[in-house]
């Protein structure tokens, strides 16, 4: 079997709420995996039934050959969405413990820990307590203690959630770095951008349903190709009601265009020049967040967008 | 139990015994005592010595007066120093009576009652701390329950709490006017004393037939021994069991509150987290007694002046029992106080669920007396089979000789390893779901559905 991990129709009820409902997906082995959705769609009741912090209702699970139990605990690192260390203890301290926690001889998590926090330029850290850290330091210290027993398998939870840039690069290389190494990474994400550039395979759930999986390209290709991304003066109200134009999406600085025939960018282009000032005019592939709005519907695109404003609070 | 606890644990464990909490609190334990000890010291030192100055109307005429005066004249020069020592006087440990004789009013109820008023005023002004009133007929033995005749005797004064002054002028003068009356009825004195002379009393253990066959008439029975032992032990295990279970409240709770409770049940099962908390708090005691009950056993063993029956008190068996009851109290009550701390998410939620246990964890406190007083009774006896007040309880009347029956013990044992169990139990059911629970605090009810869940 070569999925990392694998769901055969599973389903999470608490009381009269389903919060997952039927989901089935496979994700191969060493790939990054993308788990995207608006908040409250269900993605972090699937992950805490993938760690079996929760038990699911119905259906099967299995993570790295396991099924039903939580063997495979030890192999996996996982990074939940809230997230908070120790404060009292000293860094290396917990990091040893983390390691032990997971089956690593005390010394063997010490080394890894060392070496670890030498990769982030911590190790002048190491003996002082996690009270002393900064925010940023916290955060990657955090990252350590998921990754430190070297596991087959990293789950992260909303791991991009209230990192300033700089620290999310530094997080986004660690994980690109881990995956390099053979590591399979799943993460959930409600930020649609992040996902389209950095995963191989994506599902997209809604409400506790699967929208959409595969991989990016094959997501792009088939519902692609026939997307416009334009700046031009009064384009909105240039476009509204041409019939070469399905839908358009105001983003602020640009807008994106959904064709309604595949080579219809040509004779858009020509009406646009014709009539106003066009800055950018970009055929491009859809978005993440486009394809999501097409299949799930406006329903779904006000959850997307109201879930992308209230994440920016955690922490 | 398995691995993860172990870690859980001796990770739990180190951290509480290096914390800063840790070591104050066994230093504060002894500083606290030597420090009331000291406290005691200084006030011995610091004895109030202000004179204090009293009024007497005395209207027998002089005889109670005399009696007081020289009383105070002899007291003042004998009564109130510490014992001289290497040739240097006694330092005054107590104040001296100074009596004033003041001439009881003319007949008339009005007259008697203006002196009173008069010599009230003299107390407020703080002339005199306060004034003896000696009825006219005191000295005549009372002739029958209507004998209307003078015999007040009162003391007044704005102080009611100094009793050291009107306990010393009741016992001057009833010890003059028994004389009094003694040689008013034509009898020696001397030989009454005698005739009434008191025998004491002494508290023996029970003799015992030795090993090589003597009949061996026990050592005189020790109240230190008896009662302060018992206390002693079993205020010690509820002082370990209450300054270490509630705190896995706190603990479990911080978790919550933190953020780490997710990573952690994670990788470790919730139930082997619970254990190896509470296996982590069982040392933490454990090493808190060994501290506590080997420093006590130290200063017994080598301060004088102790008898020695205090020591020998302290058997082998009677620790036993208190290292297994303070290990069962520990987790019955720790399982309980876990499961609380994971059920709430805030410090406020947790009170209003912690009030109920602590009431739980206190009770076995208010039948010590009782329990004391006659170990065997049936209330001592069926209190101390209840498992929640087991370990308190049963500790004590081990502690009192000849300690409860052997069936009883057993009893106890059984009744609380499967009260302990199933506190656990039940504690790990509310602990799973209650670790990754948010928002406001369940209901009993809530809870009752949690530990009932499959």
Redesign the interface.
Known sequence: MDAAVALERVTKTFGSHVAVRELSLAVPRGCIYGFIGPNGSGKTTTIRMLLRILLPDAGRIEVLGSEGTRAANDRVGYLPEERGLYKKMKVLDLLAYYGALKGLPRRDARAAGAEWLERMGLSAWGGRKIEALSKGMAQKVQFISTVLHAPDLVILDEPFSGLDPVNLNVLREAILELNRRGTTVLFSTHDMEMAERMCDFLCMIFKGEKVLDGTLDAIQARYGTDSVRLRADGARELLAGHPSVEALVDMGNYQEVRLAQRDAAQSLLQFLAERTRVSLFEISRPSLHDIFVRIAGPEAAAAAASGARGADDVR | MS??AL??AR?EYL?AVR?KAFIIGVLLMPLLMGGSFIALAISEKAKDTQPRTFAVVDRTGGLLWTALDEAATKRNERDIFAPPSAGTPGKQLQPRFVPQRVEPAADGASNAAASDLQLSERVRSGDIFGFVILGHDLPTPRADESDAADREFSWQTETPTYNDLPDWIESVVNSTLRSHRLAQAGLDQGLVDRLSQREALREMGLARRTASGEVRRSAESDKAANFGVPLVLTLLLFMLVMSTAPSLLNAVLEEKM???A????????PFDLMLGKLLAAVLMTLTLSLIYVGAGMIFLNNASGLPPQVAAAITPRILMWFALFQVLALLIYGSLFAAIGASCSEMQDAQSLMGPMMLLLMFPMFFLGPVLQSPDSTMSRLMSLFPPATPVLMMLRIAVPPGPAAWELVLAVVLTVLCTALCIWAGGKIFRIGI?SQGQAPTWRRLAQWIMSK
């Open positions: 691995v993860k870690v859980v990770t951290k914390s933190q953020k780490i997710e990573v952690l049940v994670a990788t470790v099962p990754l």
